[in-house]
Nanobody, 119 residues
């Protein structure tokens, strides 16, 4: 069974930075595009960023463009999200998933990692 494990979250002041990591056990993700998503309290899960399987292309939701950077290390089967200039509205639980045609591959998202940005 595939397990997605996101880590690196925490409590940070506005303007601060965090680097999230997402690893997987059970299979390799090197042939998949990978995405980061987030879910804030009382809101639906939203897409944040995507990186192509090769790492050559990246895409971001407009609210994080210029502040967040997605990257991957296929040798380590890990995808990262560098988050700079954090804002209180970035507070959410962050998840990763493999993507197929832009849609999440796995139904089980794992625990995610909590990011809390204080003002």
């Amino acid at each position: 069974q595939v397990q997605l494990v996101a880590s690196g979250g925490g409590l940070v002041q506005a303007g601060g930075s965090l680097r999230l990591s997402c690893g997987a056990s059970g299979r390799t993700f090197s042939s998949y595009d990978m995405g980061w998503f987030r879910q804030a309290p009382g809101k639906e899960r939203e897409w944040v960023a995507t990186i192509s399987w090769s790492g050559s292309s990246t895409y971001y939701v407009s609210s994080v463009k210029g502040r967040f950077t997605i990257s991957r290390d296929n040798a380590k089967n890990t995808v990262y999200l560098q988050m700079n200039s954090l804002k209180p509205e970035d507070t959410a639980v962050y998840y990763c998933n493999a993507l197929n045609g832009g849609s999440p591959v796995y139904d089980y998202w794992g625990q995610g990692t909590q990011v809390t940005v204080s003002s």
